[in-house]
Structures are given as C-alpha cells and as structure tokens.
C-alpha cells in the first residue's frame, strides 16, 4: 500500500506505468519571438518522464491567445516542430505527454497584441498584472467578441489540437480554469454578454462545448481533457455566484457524453468555507456526478495521499507528487 505510487495506473481511457503526473506549469522558457517550444523546453519535460503523465505548460492556441512572454504556442509549423523535440525526448523515456490548449482572454495586455486589446467575452478588466516584454503591467479592459472571433477561436482550439497531435502528443487538456478565456465566458462576473453565449448556465458552457464537438470531428475525443477550476474565487478576475454550482453541475454532466480522457479538477485556491456559493470539495463533490476519471488538484505529498488511498481503497486515483500534487479518482 505504500508503494501505490508506483503501481500502474488503467482505465478505459489511460493506460499509465505509475501513479504520478507532472501538473501544467508556465515555464517562460520559450524566450523567442516565434512562441516556440525549444531544445531548453525539451530537456526540461525529459528529465521529467519518470512521472506516467506530463501535461504541459499552456500552450497558445492563436495569436490571439498570447497572454504572457516567453510561452510556446502551438497554431503553426514551426512551432509543431518546436514541439517535436518534446514528444520525442518525452517518449524516448517511456513517459507520455499532454499538451494544455490555452487562450488568456482578458488576462493580458495590448503589448503582446501590437497595440491591440486583448478579446474576452466582456469588457472586464480582470485586475491582474500581466508579464510583459516591459516587465509586469496592469491589465487593462478586453475587447468583447463577435460571434464571429469565438467562431473562430473555436477552429483555432480545433486547429491546435490537430497540430498537437501531428507534434507527438499522447493526447490534450482543455484548459477551461483559473481565469483564463473559458472560465470568463463561464463566469457571470466577467461574462457581461446578452447573447446566446451570455445570460444562462447553458449559454455561458455553450463554447466549451463547441470547442469540444470541432475537436470530435477531427480527433478522438478518448485523447482529450477538460481543467476546469469550480471554486475559484475572489483571484485571477473570477467570483462564485449563486449560479455557479448549477453551472458546474450542468458542464460535469454533459462531459459524461465525451468520453474523455479524464477531467481536471482543482481544489479551492483560497479559503471558501462558509461561502455559500463555492464548493467546499470539489473532488468529493463531483464524483458523485462525473462517471470518467477525475484528477483532482490540491497539493498532497505522500503522507496524504497515502491517507486518502486508505480512506477510499474501493476508488482508482492517481497522485501527482510535484510541484501541483493531484489526485485521480
């Protein structure tokens, strides 16, 4: 039982040679005009591969998505073959790699967009310092977008994930948390917008699911994943609202239909109890929803995590032990 960690990880979806995962974290090592991942990057994920699963740093989707310095992106050939040299020192390892598709929404800045406001479903200023060329700056307010710039940010997800997978990669994460474009369009407080993509918990999901059935047509959904962020609150430009558990609980449910990979799943950054609004667990409250694999994020060590194994023999989870320890279900 101590040596749980170690022991190989299956399910209908993941066939894993152990129980830890590397957890997505910017590395800021792609110091290069062109976004592309480089031999440093590389090396990096390699003396990594002893985990079973690495999931990458965010990985821009488009231009558009830029939201930090120094962060490969993955919308065109150059940086597919920037990517390469990952998967392959990657698998050359025995290990295997995700790629996190990320688009930054409001939280960045008109210096990474040659002067240009950076899109997001409202015209709402996150408050968050940006890192730029010129070191951290404020935030400013977004640009909305049309219809038809989501139109086309859903094809540049469905892009990047065909790019994704033509660089090597064992599979992608969605990354719909933590503030970044997808939890803007699900949150009341940064989606401000009277159209089919704003007002209900319906209209609100209505991109991620979109995103999801362009990637459907191209790739095989068994190779995708979804982090997602529910309890977020009060940082990163998000707030609970008296909607958010209907509208977690409504996006849990309908990724039953996906057949995912897994779902990612981050515990409260900040100290929600008593706040009425937020889920307390997370992880314990949607597996009772969600009926895939669940990796849930909340900084266990091995203590810990041998803990809850004994508290839940009858359940398949994974541990994460580095720097953002995470626990499948």
């Excluded at 409260?268 to 997370?282: C, K, M, R």
């Excluded at 597996?287 to 810990?304: P, V």
Aim: proline share 4%.
């Amino acid at each position: 039982m101590e040596n749980i960690l170690f022991d190989a990880y299956k399910s209908k979806n993941l066939d894993l040679k152990n129980r830890i995962v590397m957890a997505p974290m910017t590395r800021s090592r792609s110091d290069n005009q062109e976004h592309k991942a480089t031999e440093l990057t590389a090396k990096y994920y390699q003396q990594r591969a002893t985990a079973a699963l690495i999931i990458t740093e965010g990985t821009f989707i488009s231009p558009e998505a830029v939201g930090v310095i120094n962060v490969p992106a993955i919308y065109n050939v150059e940086q597919i073959e920037g990517w390469k040299l990952t998967t392959e020192a990657v698998h050359n390892e025995g290990g295997k790699i995700f790629a996190q598709l990320w688009h930054t929404g409001s939280y960045s800045h008109p210096d990474l967009h040659n002067g240009d406001k950076p899109l997001a479903p409202s015209n709402v200023n996150p408050e968050q310092q940006i890192f730029t060329v010129k070191g951290f700056q404020p935030s400013q307010e977004p640009q909305p977008m049309t219809t038809e710039d989501i139109k086309r940010t859903v094809n540049d997800f469905k892009s990047a994930t065909l790019n994704a997978f033509e660089a090597g990669f064992d599979g992608v994460e969605l990354h719909g948390a933590n503030g970044y474009l997808l939890q803007q369009f699900l949150s009341k407080n940064s989606n401000l917008r009277n159209d089919e993509y704003g007002g209900s918990v319906e209209n609100r999901a209505r991109i991620l699911f979109e995103i999801l059935d362009a990637i459907k047509e191209v790739a095989d959904v068994q190779k995708v994943a979804v982090r997602l962020n529910p309890s977020l609150n009060g940082i990163m430009g998000i707030l609970v609202d008296d909607e958010t558990i209907a509208l977690y609980n409504y996006i849990v449910t309908r990724l039953n239909d996906y057949d995912l990979a897994y779902l990612h799943l981050i515990e409260p950054f900040t100290d929600v109890s008593g706040n009425s609004f937020a889920i307390q667990e997370v992880a314990k409250h949607f597996r009772k929803i969600y009926n895939g694999t669940i990796i849930i994020n909340r900084g266990f060590n091995k203590e810990t995590a041998t803990k809850v194994y004994r508290m839940a023999m009858q359940i398949w989870f994974l541990l994460e032990l580095l720097l953002l320890p995470i626990l499948i279900w």
